[in-house]
Every structure is written in structure tokens, then in C-alpha cells.
């Protein structure tokens, strides 16, 4: 049997270099965003190939999370993931836990390259993937069947403006159904900063926005991150009462 997460290693690299960091890639993300109308700023950086955020494989932490069963997630019903970027996350999770899974992106070079991709991947029945130009704030709903039964939140968070994260959480309790799960891989834990994207984040945040209807099942230091997000992630998991 193949492995899938192997699969997923082995697609095609992301344009220009996968090692990109430090603040002069970060400035030049801002200066795109800032200077672009309709958040087409995102869909530029891809296109140039300034991707700081797209490591070329899922991220380790998840990896290891969804192989070490310690949570009872979901292994049928809906996923979604928001700021999908290349696909590596949303293809993992619906290789291993066989979701009906729903990707988005605001950029519309993410979602070609997501699809790209996702034709190398193999994803096994009844996993599933469907990557969509798409908003987050905008989803209802009926886009995970009724619900979402998981949501995964990986640099999304951190990349919209923190007055939108009042939104976020009252969008993400409404697209949880009752036992469903969000998890989030919060990065990069950086120092505090007034500018962005990446926006300042500790994992506080996201419970100060998510309110009283979620319980925190999962909280831990990653034992294996990729080696730019050594000391700077946290893995946090939380379920809707």
C-alpha cells in the first residue's frame, strides 16, 4: 500500500526557493498586500513565487498528530481548510482520516497549483479533495454538508487583519457542528509586533475570540517541526460542546 504522506513529500516543489525567510520576504509580502485592491495582493505573491509560508510538505506536527490517534478525530463527514496555499495539509487529512475535505484560497494561482498537486497525490476513497477559489467569512454552512465535523487552521489566523479575528471565531462556532473539532498549529510565535501579516499570535488568542462553546482537548509543544518553526509553533486542539 502507498503512503500517502510520502506522496505528498514528493509532489512538485513550490515556485522559487522553499527556504525563503527572514524580514526582507516578509516585506515584500506586506508591500504586495498592502499595495493591492480585493486581497489580490496574495494571488501576486504567488505568482512571483514569494511564498515564505509554503514549507513544500505537510507540516510535521499534523502529520504526527493524525498518526498518533491521540484524539478520536473524525474518520467520516466534512473538513475544511481555509488559506490552503499548495494543498500538502488538506490532502493529508483526507489520506488519513478519509474527510470529504474543502480547501479554500482568496488566491486564485494557490488554487491552480493546489489542483496541480493534488493530481500527483493519491488520495484513497473516501477521502476526498476539492480545492475552491473561495472566502472564508463568506462560507455557510451547507459548504460542508451541514456542517464541518473539522477545521484546520494553519497561518490563516495569523494572516488576516487581527480586527477580523472576532469574526473568525464567531465564523469558525458557526461552521462547527456539536462534537466537531478545530485544529489549529499556531505559528509563528514570534515576538510582539504591530504589523503583518504574519499578525502577533499567542494561542490565547484564539480562545479569546472562539467564546464559551468550545473545549480545549489538545494543547502541546510539536516534538518535530520543521527546522524554521523549532520553538515558534504550539499545536492546539479544541471541540465544540
Not at 505573491?45 to 499534523?62: M, N, R, S, V
Not at 456542517?147 to 487552521?153: A, K, T, V
Amino acid at each position: 500500500m502507498s503512503d500517502p504522506v510520502a506522496e505528498i513529500s514528493q509532489t512538485s516543489s513550490p515556485p522559487g526557493n522553499v527556504s525563503q525567510t527572514g524580514p526582507s520576504i516578509q516585506e515584500q509580502v506586506r508591500k504586495l498586500i498592502a499595495e493591492s485592491e480585493d486581497q489580490d495582493g496574495w494571488d501576486k505573491a504567488w505568482k512571483l513565487g514569494i511564498t515564505p509560508w509554503d514549507a513544500g510538505y505537510a507540516q510535521p506536527p499534523l502529520v504526527d498528530l493524525l498518526a498518533s490517534k491521540v484524539l478520536e478525530l473524525p474518520t467520516s463527514g466534512y473538513a475544511l481548510v481555509p488559506g490552503c496555499g499548495r494543498g500538502y495539509d488538506p490532502i493529508l487529512i483526507a489520506s488519513t482520516l478519509g474527510l470529504d475535505t474543502l480547501a479554500i484560497d482568496i488566491a486564485e494561482t494557490a488554487v491552480q497549483v493546489a489542483n496541480e498537486n493534488l493530481a500527483k497525490a493519491n488520495v484513497a476513497p473516501p477521502g476526498k479533495v476539492t480545492f475552491r477559489l473561495d472566502d472564508f467569512f463568506k462560507l455557510s454552512g451547507s459548504d460542508g454538508g451541514g456542517q464541518f465535523d473539522l477545521i484546520y487552521d494553519y497561518t490563516f489566523f495569523v494572516a488576516i487583519p487581527p480586527e477580523l479575528r472576532k469574526e473568525w471565531g464567531k465564523k469558525m462556532t458557526e461552521l462547527v457542528k456539536s462534537g466537531g473539532f478545530l485544529v489549529t498549529l499556531v505559528f509563528p510565535m514570534d515576538p510582539p509586533q504591530d504589523y503583518g501579516p504574519p499578525f502577533y499570535v499567542r494561542p490565547e488568542h484564539y480562545v479569546e475570540v472562539l467564546g464559551n462553546q468550545w473545549e480545549k482537548v489538545y494543547d502541546k509543544v510539536p516534538e518535530r517541526s520543521s527546522e524554521t518553526h523549532k520553538g515558534r509553533e504550539q499545536m492546539v486542539v479544541y471541540r465544540k460542546l
